[in-house]
T-cell receptor, first 116, second 109 residues
Framework: DVKVTQSSRYLVKRTGEKVFLECVQD?????MFWYRQDPGLGLRLIYF???????EKGDIPEGYSVSREKKERFSLILESASTNQTSMYLC???????????????FGPGTRLTVT | DQQVKQNSPSLSVQEGRISILNCDYT??????FLWYKKYPAEGPTFLIS?????DKNEDGRFTVFLNKSAKHLSLHIVPSQPGDSAVYFC????????FGTGTRLLVSP
């Protein structure tokens, strides 16, 4: 059974703080993703990684950075948290390749971050 | 510019009836189409998918239809059950997935 875990379910931080969100998957997936989910906007891709130490910007990378030092772990970093980064953050992983059956992404439970 | 749109933010259906959720996309390069279901306080879970070479895929009570010429995707749930109440996201992809805004389905007994 695929498992994607996220370090915190709920997090409250102050404006200007540096925030780390951690994600770990146990399926040996090559690809890992960070999304944020906001009402009326759906899931928007922040960053993704297709290999260790590799990263690609998604649709809304501004204000975020990522780190992937090990295959199973993908970290999202908010360098200086702002109130507009209050959101639900979702991590996902998948196999590499675009063949049938390899496109499915497995999601973690999410971290609800509040920046005050 | 929203590449994937789910124009109905919510849908209410009675138990036993059909639920139809719709999704429109703009990029004809998309070649894989998926539906995810999300319960509160949980991550989305994969439900069903279809590739661009097909126009229909069925899995139990769930059927996905693809109309490539109209760039339209739909999910049919028959019969609907109260446990189907959740937010449903369509996702379309070429090399990475683009998600729609979601439709909240409420199935009442």
């Amino acid at each position: 059974d695929v498992k994607v875990t996220q370090s915190s379910r709920y997090l409250v931080k102050r404006t200007g703080e540096k925030v780390f969100l951690e994600c770990v998957q146990d399926m040996d997936h090559e690809n890992m993703f960070w999304y944020r989910q906001d009402p009326g906007l759906g899931l928007r891709l922040i960053y993704f990684s297709y290999d260790v130490k590799m990263k690609e910007k998604g649709d809304i990378p501004e204000g975020y950075s990522v780190s992937r030092e090990k295959k199973e772990r993908f970290s999202l970093i908010l360098e200086s948290a702002s109130t507009n980064q209050t959101s639900m953050y979702l991590c996902a992983s998948s196999f590499q390749g675009w063949e049938a059956g390899l496109h499915e992404q497995y999601f973690g439970p999410g971290t609800r971050l509040t920046v005050t | 510019d929203q590449q994937v749109k789910q124009n109905s933010p919510s849908l209410s259906v009675q138990e036993g009836r059909i639920s139809i959720l719709n999704c429109d996309y703009t990029n004809s390069m998309f070649d894989y189409f998926l539906w995810y279901k999300k319960y509160p306080a949980e991550g989305p879970t994969f439900l069903i998918s279809i590739s661009s070479i097909k126009d229909k895929n069925e899995d139990g009570r769930f059927t996905v239809f693809l109309n490539k010429s109209a760039k339209h995707l739909s999910l049919h749930i028959v019969p609907s059950q109260p446990g189907d109440s959740a937010v449903y996201f369509c996702a379309v992809g070429f090399q990475k997935l683009v998600f729609g805004t979601g439709t909240r389905l409420l199935v009442s007994p």
